[in-house]
């Protein structure tokens, strides 16, 4: 399958996209994972996006663009790809719809996951990091705290608040989503794609898209 998954930071993206490549090998691509892994290994990249990242602003379009042509010409997506949090803007679907055109590539539906904003805000206020870079497995000190508090299971790094998920930077990043990214909805509707999930549960998301792909 190849899908896009449209929803506000803390809307269960992630842990949908993780569930739905165990059903048919796709892979999850999340530009926010690939950046965070940049901005800890130091690369060039990473150096360009950590200042962004920390105000919780938006990483510019060229470097996501570039990030993207490059992964979804990668081996892994042939069986079908995830996307995760991308796009974000108007200018980064039209620019993505371009770039899929060029590779040949076409999507099977456009999903928006739907949490309510206090959910939202306890969500991502509990959940912790692995400070790991090659690790960042997600916690959450009262749904999925780590078995020794402060350590991950995986790896037994630090489990670490990241600076975008104290309150202040989760309301600007709820903020810069509605201003810059919600449109996105308009933009895929009318591309006759688009399928509206509301849904806290992710097995509940995951029911709705398998029917609507008819699986």
Not at 40 to 56: H, I, P, Q, S, V
Not at 57 to 76: A, F, H, T, Y
Not at 96 to 115: C, F, N, P, Q, T
Not at 191 to 203: I, K, L, P, Q
């Amino acid at each position: 399958m190849k899908l896009i998954l449209l929803g506000a930071p803390g809307a269960g993206k992630g842990t949908v996209a993780k569930l739905l490549t165990q059903m048919d090998g796709s892979v999850q691509i999340s530009t926010g994972d690939i950046l965070r892994g940049a901005v800890a290994a130091g690369t060039e990249l990473g150096k360009k996006a950590e200042a962004a990242m920390k105000r919780g602003d938006l990483v510019s379009d060229d470097l996501i663009m570039g990030i993207m042509e490059k992964r979804l010409q990668e081996p892994d997506c042939a069986k079908g790809f995830l996307l995760d949090g991308f796009p974000r803007t108007i200018p980064q679907a039209e620019a993505l719809k371009l770039l899929l055109a060029k590779l040949g590539i076409k999507l099977d539906m456009v999903v928006s996951i739907e949490v309510p904003r206090d959910v939202i805000l306890d969500r991502l206020s509990t959940r912790r990091t692995c400070s790991n870079g090659k690790c960042q497995a997600i916690y959450n000190v009262k749904s999925n705290p780590p078995k020794k508090e402060g350590i991950c299971d995986k790896c037994g790094s630090p489990v670490v608040q990241r600076e975008d998920e104290t309150e202040a930077a989760i309301s600007h990043r709820l903020e810069t989503y509605n201003q810059k990214t919600a449109p996105l909805i308009g933009f895929y509707e009318k591309e006759g794609m688009f399928v509206r999930v509301n849904a806290t549960s992710s097995d509940a998301v995951i029911a709705a898209i398998k029917n609507k792909l008819g699986k």
